[in-house]
């Protein structure tokens, strides 16, 4: 199985506040993806990483940023958290098969709370 | 955008029994994943299965994609099985964006 880390697993913050999640690899997987998992909505993609310092928006990217400065490292970071960003948040990696197409590994998933 | 649809919303069944799950897309897809997301909320990868057949132990899955379906088949249920069973799919010409079914929820009973 694919190593992916997510801290922190759970978090309970205040509105306002700054809060960055971090998803480490260890499997050296070029893409790396961050979605929010909400009842009604299913998965939804935030924001993806194709290479070191190469991320693009998914369909909800609004009040989040992210970073990738090493391969491993994923960083997903709410300026200034709101109790709509309550969710859990999933990290994914892939490997890019020969066809093209990307399969992906989920880690375990943080537990964001925001009051 | 693509729409997937998964059928059936919910489904209980008692152990030993046998399941089909579907997942309709209402345009051309570069490939399709079945995810298993257990009681405990960890999301795994079950099969990437763009078209034709696969089988791992007791589950199989089919897809075809001309008629824009795909099949999630478990044999003999057992207790570990439940959970909720999402089918994802990339649209052509995108090979980052899945877009998600809502899932089945699958209960199997002791």
């Known amino acids: 199985d694919a190593g992916i880390t997510q801290s922190p697993r759970h978090k309970v913050t205040e509105t306002g506040t700054p809060v960055t999640l971090r998803c480490h690899q260890t499997e050296n997987h070029r893409y790396m993806y961050w979605y929010r998992q909400d009842p009604g909505h299913g998965l939804r993609l935030i924001h993806y990483s194709y290479g070191v310092k190469d991320t693009d928006k998914g369909e909800v990217s609004d009040g989040y940023s992210v970073s990738r400065s090493k391969t491993e490292d994923f960083l997903l970071t709410l300026e200034s958290a709101t109790s709509s960003q309550t969710s859990v948040y999933f990290c994914?990696?892939?490997?890019?098969?020969?066809?093209?197409?990307?399969?992906?590994?989920f880690g375990a998933g943080s537990r964001l709370t925001v009051l | 955008g693509i729409q997937v649809e998964q059928s059936p919303p919910d489904l209980i069944l008692q152990e030993g029994a046998n399941s089909t799950l579907r997942c309709n897309f209402s345009?051309?897809?570069?490939?399709l994943q079945w995810f298993h997301q257990n009681p405990w909320g960890q999301l795994i990868n079950l099969f990437y299965?763009?078209?034709?057949?696969k089988q791992n132990g007791r589950l199989s899955a089919t897809t075809v994609a001309t008629e824009r379906y795909s099949l999630l088949y478990i044999s003999s249920s057992q207790t570990t099985d439940s959970g909720v069973y999402f089918c994802?799919?990339?649209?052509?010409?995108?090979?980052?964006?899945?877009?998600w079914g809502a899932g089945t929820k699958l209960i199997i009973k002791p």
């Open positions: 345009d051309s897809v570069n490939n």
């Open positions: 994802a799919v990339h649209p052509g010409g995108s090979n980052y964006q899945l877009i």
């Open positions: 299965i763009p078209s034709g057949t």
């Open positions: 994914a990696i892939s490997e890019n098969r020969a066809s093209g197409a990307n399969v992906l590994t």
